[in-house]
């Protein structure tokens, strides 16, 4: 097996400094274009969700750092192992400050080397690469040194095509499920929201609610959050010794991202005895259980559709049990969804924010006849367990491109 440097195949450039976005409007608008910073890489790909956007006729203040299809753009600051590819959608997007462009010279197969990112080749060198504590980065001087295999085009072209087909049919999926949370919100936001729910008698005559200092249906209800729970706490306060051979895990507020629980490399083993105790307090059950970060990243929410046999929790996260015969799970999640800003108000503490759970049960919920919500989660719930199965399927794809890639590639 050949090896090169970065240098030798490709150009790279770091982002703009920080403060060349200082006198830049920020638009909301759908038609601006994103600026992809290291927040919006994955292991691959892009998710614009919550980028800045810059409105058009801006960009030709950052012409030098407009995205070409086929370049790579690597977090150069923070999460130093994310990286994305860049579609033919993402062009004419812009670098952020945060990343590294790598642009390939003709002749290389730009996705190829994508792939090699995924290597524990690749990782281990960036990783040995990194410099800094508490917030790793990494330079472009550092970067072009990284070695990367290289067998002849042909060669890279047919490993390329059979790992794309993976990654693509992953991106296919996120997108599916990206599409559907944005569906279910959407609908959920029409009908209780906007109050056009398309069935008769879900809505009544409006009269104002002094609390919200707002007009609501009549019919609705104003509650706090423990008037329509079963169950509501946190997880594990006290200091808890890892397991190393424990079967068990112990999930904080970082494995609740994008709706889901996922692990991270940093999950903590714990055992038999340790899960039992903590799972007693806590409970957690799928199909009916909401997870809401409630210290240090806040405001992550997670509708449980998987059973969590080996699974409990820190104080982090708080597990949220509906009462069925006063509020649906369905209703409930896309509500605290919604009320994400309320959420966010609850917060205290100068140091490491927290949500007291004092606090949270008090949190106003706007509550609509037990019908209204059962029709939504009838139309709803066979999305949910869409999303659960596709979400899997993902989970073993990456599975399989990942015993894949090295052996493709170093064999």
Known sequence: MIFVKLEDIAELKSGPFGI??????????????????????????????????????????????????????????????????????????????????????????????????????????????????????????????IRFPYPDLQVQEE????????????????????????????????????????????????????????EIPENWELVRLEDVTKHLTDGEHGSVSEDPKGQYWLYGAGNIKDGQVVPSPSDKRIGYETYQRIHKRTGTSKGDDILLTTAGTIGNIAYLQEDLDSIEFLRSVTTIRPDPDRITAEYLYQYLLAATPQIHALKKGSGQNSIALSDLRKMPILLPPLEAQKLYSDKSVPFYHRIEIVRRENQELQKMYHLLIDILIFD
Not at 73 to 81: E, F, K, N, S, Y
Not at 124 to 135: K, P, V, W, Y
Request: hydrophobic share 35%.
């Open 20 to 145: 060349v976005f200082n006198g830049v409007d920020f638009v909301s608008s759908q038609n601006g274009i994103p600026i992809l910073e290291v927040c919006n890489l994955g292991k691959g790909t892009v998710n614009a969700k919550n980028a800045k956007l810059v409105a058009k006729e801006d960009v030709g203040t950052f012409k030098a750092y407009c995205l070409k299809e086929g370049d790579i753009i690597l977090g150069r600051i923070g999460a130093i192992d994310k990286f994305a590819y860049v579609e033919k959608e993402n062009e004419g997007w812009i670098l952020g400050s945060d990343c590294i462009r790598i642009r390939c010279h003709p002749g290389v197969n730009a996705r190829y080397i994508a792939h090699c990112i995924n290597t524990d080749f690749v990782r281990q060198q960036l990783s040995n690469a990194r410099i800094g504590g508490n917030i790793p980065s990494i330079n472009t001087k550092a970067l072009k040194k």
């Open 159 to 214: 490993i390329e095509k059979k790992l794309t087909l993976f990654t693509k049919k992953i991106n296919v999926n996120q997108k599916y499920m990206e599409q559907s949370k944005k569906l279910l919100s959407s609908i959920f936001n029409h009908w209780f929201l906007d109050y056009q729910i398309p069935y008769d008698d879900c809505i009544g005559e409006f009269t104002w609610c002094e609390k919200l200092k707002c």
